[in-house]
């Protein structure tokens, strides 16, 4: 028996074997019946066994044909991964940062710096659930964002590493009550109503996380509106409606408004990078030593009554 054989005769016989149906199969691969026939025979004689049965009027898998399949399926599906690897190493890598100022900037930074060899270029979108959306159509490669808060059928599409545990905040206009505290403890809220992405749909991941946080305390998360986007709108809209807004700490500075840390306890919100599965890149391993190395804030968090963390929190050794 070959111990060696060519991943094109492995392709020929899984086409006919779908197809049953040497013309029709030939079509499929784009090749000439007489040459997809000539090494479906080939792949007879190095295997020493037949594969098809053959008719004027049909085609059938033999036994040894039904034994095959699922390893020729198996070869061939690691074939194309390996020139998928390769053909991706050569090209940018599209990175969503979600807003310019944070972390995942930082990381970016590190990643550019460990790897002048790749091209690793940033995109600036808001909400995770719309980046994997773009993930899943191949327009974007990485995002950052809260993993656990995702469907499972988004989460399913996606290989993702804890970067660190969130310090969350609030965004308050520059005359409201408690804008002249260096931190506002969550007790302080309540009563209030907090624009936490109600009705985007590329964040329902953030809005979610906003109702555990404020479940319980008397905080609401304001109904649906229209997004502020853009320094200025944000200002704007700020000025007219002074409501509060959930944001990470480092979320950069607004004008009109301020940001403040919140406590007792520090919510905490587990930033992941997310990557779609298989996806095999220099520039994304660059990233993942990055987000390593950036990372910082608590550690075991989830056991110091300090902190709140969603629950569950995530693994931070799932990749």
């Not at 098809?52 to 898998?61: D, G």
């Not at 002048?116 to 994997?132: D, I, K």
């Not at 970067?163 to 005359?175: C, H």
């Not at 409606?241 to 587990?270: C, I, K, Q, W, Y």
Request: hydrophobic share 45%; charged share 25%; glycine share 8%.
């Amino acid at each position: 028996m070959a111990r060696d054989v060519e991943p094109r005769l492995l392709r020929g016989f899984a086409a006919v074997a779908a197809e049953l149906h040497f013309t029709r199969a030939a079509a499929r691969l784009h090749v000439a019946q007489q040459a997809l026939s000539r090494d479906v025979r080939r792949l007879e004689r190095e295997l020493g066994v037949e594969l098809f049965l053959r008719s004027t009027r049909r085609v059938a898998l033999t036994a040894d044909g039904e034994r095959l399949l699922p390893y020729a399926r198996r070869v061939l599906a690691a074939h194309e991964e390996l020139a998928a690897a390769f053909a991706d190493a050569g090209r940018p890598l599209l990175v969503d940062l979600n807003t310019e100022g944070m972390i995942s900037g930082r990381v970016l930074a590190g990643a550019r710096a460990a790897a002048p060899g790749c091209e690793l270029m940033a995109r600036f979108e808001s909400g995770l659930t719309g980046a994997v959306a773009e993930i899943a159509a191949g327009r974007l490669d990485v995002s950052f964002g809260y993993v656990a808060g995702l469907a499972p059928s988004a989460r399913a599409l996606l290989d993702h590493q804890l970067v660190r545990y969130e310090p969350l905040a609030v965004i308050l206009p520059g005359d409201h009550p408690l804008a002249g505290r260096t931190s506002v403890p969550l007790d302080a809220l309540a009563g209030e109503s907090v624009y936490a992405g109600a009705g985007n749909p590329r964040t329902p991941e953030w809005t979610e996380l906003a109702r555990r946080l404020f479940e319980g305390r008397g905080i609401a998360v304001l109904p649906p509106t229209p997004m502020a986007v853009g320094a200025e709108e944000f200002r704007r809209v700020m000025e007219r409606h002074g409501r509060p807004v959930l944001a990470v700490a480092d979320f950069p500075a607004m004008p009109g408004s301020v940001l403040r840390p919140l406590t007792d306890p520090v919510p905490l919100a587990p930033l992941s990078m997310v990557w779609r599965k298989g996806l095999r890149h220099p520039g994304l391993d660059a990233l993942r030593a990055s987000a390593a190395r950036t990372g910082g804030g608590p550690r075991s968090p989830e056991r110091d009554p300090a902190y709140w963390l969603p629950d569950p929190p995530p693994d931070p050794a799932r990749v």
